[in-house]
T-cell receptor, first 113, second 111 residues
Framework: EAQVTQNPRYLITVTGKKLTVTCSQN?????MSWYRQDPGLGLRQIYY???????DKGDVPEGYKVSRKEKRNFPLILESPSPNQTSLYFC????????????FGPGTRLTVT | GEDVEQSLFLSVREGDSSVINCTYT??????LYWYKQEPGAGLQLLTY?????DMKQDQRLTVLLNKKDKHLSLRIADTQTGDSAIYFC???????????FGTGTRLTVIP
């Protein structure tokens, strides 16, 4: 079954404690992205990757890092989380840039206190 | 980045038609999309339209694109309670960056 998985699904943490949200896809997609969803703001892209070792900033990259060492995995790293990073995070992958076959993960709800 | 705007809420009665509207600013958009997000779930692509099309119909869904006014709409015929969800409009420009999403419209279907 084609899917994008994220872990953890829920996380409560404290300011400054480094965390990683994993994302994995089983469709051999080249293109992967991270978004955050906030009420009234829709989804905003944090980072995207066009292939292994190729990543670039989206609209709201501050405070986040990513890596793409393997095609299937695209972890999101918060080196020093702050309360304004409390949000719902989605990973997505697609075969092409046009986004027609873009699959989203189930989301990770992060709370930073 | 590009602006994509939607109204936040829409309520309709079961069996009526729903029309969700979206405006965008990027005149170089190549594709425009409608996604559905059910409670606690990720986004699911409902339909999309290429920018050189005016209309696309897929079963109960009709997408209308007015490129001159940069206006996109999604009409759901015979709306059912299972259609209650948040609907996101998104547009894809010509750059390498990914999609730009609207704020989402929460559709509530009243039985």
């Amino acid at each position: 079954e084609a899917q994008v998985t994220q872990n953890p699904r829920y996380l409560i943490t404290v300011t400054g404690k480094k965390l990683t949200v994993t994302c994995s896809q089983n469709m051999n997609h080249e293109y992967m992205s991270w978004y955050r969803q906030d009420p009234g703001l829709g989804l905003r892209q944090i980072y995207y990757s066009m292939n292994v070792e190729v990543t670039d900033k989206g609209d709201v990259p501050e405070g986040y890092k990513v890596s793409r060492k393997e095609k299937r995995n695209f972890p999101l790293i918060l080196e020093s989380p702050s309360p304004n990073q409390t949000s719902l995070y989605f990973c997505a992958s697609s075969l092409t840039l046009d986004g027609i076959e873009q699959y989203f993960g189930p989301g990770t709800r992060l709370t930073v206190t | 980045g590009e602006d994509v705007e939607q109204s936040l809420f829409l309520s309709v009665r079961e069996g009526d038609s729903s029309v969700i509207n979206c405006t965008y600013t990027d005149s170089s958009s190549t594709y425009l999309y409608w996604y559905k997000q059910e409670p606690g779930a990720g986004l699911q692509l409902l339909t999309y339209i290429f920018s050189n099309m005016d209309m696309k119909q897929d079963q109960r869904l009709t997408v209308l694109l007015n490129k001159k006014d940069k206006h996109l709409s999604l009409r759901i015929a015979d709306t059912q309670t299972g259609d209650s969800a948040i609907y996101f409009c998104a547009e894809k420009g010509t750059g390498a960056n990914n999609l730009f999403f609207g704020t989402g419209t929460r559709l509530t279907v009243i039985p």
